[in-house]
């Protein structure tokens, strides 16, 4: 079953507290910025060290947020090498 993507956060969002788990916040606000070409052609996104840095979150928050990505087939994984957007 493929985890829900919230409405209410754009490529600028913030996480916060509230009834979405923090992987799922995050999820929303890189798949946002993916829409807004952000990644272009085979840009990777960020790393899970930088998506630390940036939301002040665990690894473990920033690795399942690329899985709900990729559930969504918004994302390519390679495990060691990082994620691409996959642009339609």
Excluded: C
Excluded at 4 to 14: A, F, M, T, V, W
Excluded at 18 to 27: D, N, S, T, W
Aim: aromatic share 6%; charged share 25%.
């Amino acid at each position: 079953m493929t985890t829900p993507l919230p409405d209410g956060y754009g490529p600028d969002s913030r996480l916060k507290e509230g009834p979405e788990p923090k992987y799922v916040q995050l999820a929303a606000v890189l798949a946002a910025r993916i829409k807004r070409g952000d990644y272009p052609g085979d840009t990777r996104l960020p790393s899970v060290a930088e998506l630390q840095d940036e939301f002040r979150i665990s690894r473990g928050t920033a690795q399942r947020s690329m899985t709900v990505l990729a559930e969504h087939g918004l994302v390519r994984v390679s495990n060691g090498k990082g994620a691409w957007p996959v642009h339609p």
